[in-house]
């Protein structure tokens, strides 16, 4: 399939709803692919996470959903104003993982840690997670990928973070090296406040026409929810192509590092 027209919409047919055998197929071929595409959607705005899960699900796949801990209490501070609309809770959040998607954390309250003293932010990353813990299904720090607010980490930070997580995600390249055993840090690329279709569509070009790498994108909400949104049916026809072409993965983050 000529790469240029990934987006056209191909003649696939109706995408297989059965999310257990599609994880099961494509950890059996995933040493094929060469490329893998992690969408990565933070901030956890209700109506968009609930569609984002839906258009993922017509094609067999598990979304990657990041999560405030502490967004959907009554008195949450928003940071700024693209955090206006209603978030989830984990009620939705552990029914979405039982659907198959993925969710990790994006911080205690959405705070830059990058700009506070490293006690302070690692005390903040610690509540995040003890959250999670309590709050979320199964969940396990040590295999979570965390993903830093403002994609804003410190070296210090950075050198900490593995004691407690699988991963973290930051800012830097959109497209990574394939993951190994020793992939830890997560780098990315985001696009806004405005919409991001075809920002994200120049990387995923970028993406294929690389012999291989592992593209995250910091993507937010849908349509026009949150900083930086992407058009809902742009992503429906995105992901068709995509999951229509042999050397490409769709994972969660937390998903991909497992596969490997
Ligand atoms: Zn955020």
Same mark, same amino acid.
């Given at each position: 399939?000529?790469?240029? %027209?990934?987006?056209?919409?191909?003649?696939?047919?109706?995408?297989?709803?059965?999310?257990?055998?599609? =994880?099961?197929?494509?950890?059996?071929? #995933?040493?094929?692919?060469? /490329?893998?595409?992690?969408?990565?959607? @933070?901030?956890?705005?209700?109506?968009?996470?609930?569609?984002?899960?839906?258009?993922? $699900?017509?094609?067999?796949?598990?979304?990657?959903?990041?999560?405030?801990?502490?967004? /959907?209490?009554?008195?949450?501070?928003?940071?700024?104003?693209? !955090?206006?609309?209603?978030?989830? @809770?984990?009620?939705? *959040?552990? $029914?979405?993982?039982?659907?198959? /998607?993925?969710?990790?954390? %994006?911080?205690?309250? /959405?705070?830059?840690?990058?700009?506070?003293?490293?006690?302070?932010?690692? +005390?903040?990353?610690?509540?995040?997670? @003890?959250?999670?813990?309590?709050?979320?299904?199964? =969940?396990?720090?040590?295999?979570?990928?965390?993903?830093?607010?403002?994609?804003?980490?410190?070296? &210090?930070?950075? &050198?900490?973070?593995?004691?407690?997580?699988?991963? =973290?995600?930051?800012?830097?390249?959109?497209?990574?090296?394939?993951?190994?055993?020793?992939?830890?840090?997560?780098?990315?690329?985001?696009?806004?406040?405005?919409?991001? @279709?075809?920002?994200?569509?120049?990387?995923? +070009?970028?993406?294929?026409?690389?012999?291989?790498?592992?593209?995250?994108?910091?993507? !937010?909400?849908?349509?026009? &929810?949150? *900083?930086?949104?992407?058009?809902? +049916? =742009?992503?429906?026809?995105?992901?068709? $192509?995509?999951? +229509? #072409? $042999?050397?490409?993965?769709? #994972?969660?983050?937390?998903?991909?590092?497992?596969?490997?």
């Amino acid at each position: 399939m000529n790469r240029r %027209h990934f987006v056209k919409r191909s003649g696939m047919g109706i995408a297989s709803l059965s999310l257990p055998f599609r =994880f099961t197929n494509c950890k059996s071929q #995933l040493s094929e692919k060469r /490329h893998i595409v992690t969408l990565s959607f @933070d901030d956890g705005i209700k109506e968009s996470s609930v569609k984002t899960a839906e258009i993922y $699900e017509k094609y067999g796949l598990s979304a990657c959903i990041n999560v405030i801990a502490t967004a /959907h209490i009554k008195n949450f501070e928003m940071p700024n104003e693209y !955090h206006k609309w209603p978030v989830g @809770d984990f009620g939705l *959040w552990n $029914e979405l993982q039982q659907r198959g /998607h993925e969710i990790m954390p %994006h911080g205690y309250r /959405h705070a830059n840690l990058r700009k506070m003293p490293f006690e302070k932010a690692k +005390d903040l990353i610690m509540r995040c997670l @003890d959250v999670f813990s309590g709050k979320l299904k199964g =969940f396990e720090p040590q295999r979570s990928v965390f993903n830093f607010p403002y994609n804003a980490s410190s070296p &210090e930070l950075e &050198e900490w973070l593995p004691s407690q997580v699988r991963a =973290f995600r930051t800012s830097g390249k959109a497209i990574n090296p394939l993951p190994n055993e020793y992939t830890i840090k997560l780098t990315c690329s985001s696009f806004g406040p405005g919409n991001i @279709d075809q920002d994200l569509k120049s990387k995923v +070009d970028e993406l294929l026409s690389a012999p291989s790498g592992w593209l995250i994108y910091n993507t !937010h909400g849908l349509d026009d &929810e949150g *900083w930086g949104p992407l058009r809902s +049916d =742009f992503l429906d026809n995105l992901l068709k $192509e995509l999951t +229509d #072409l $042999e050397s490409v993965a769709v #994972l969660p983050a937390g998903k991909a590092l497992q596969l490997i």
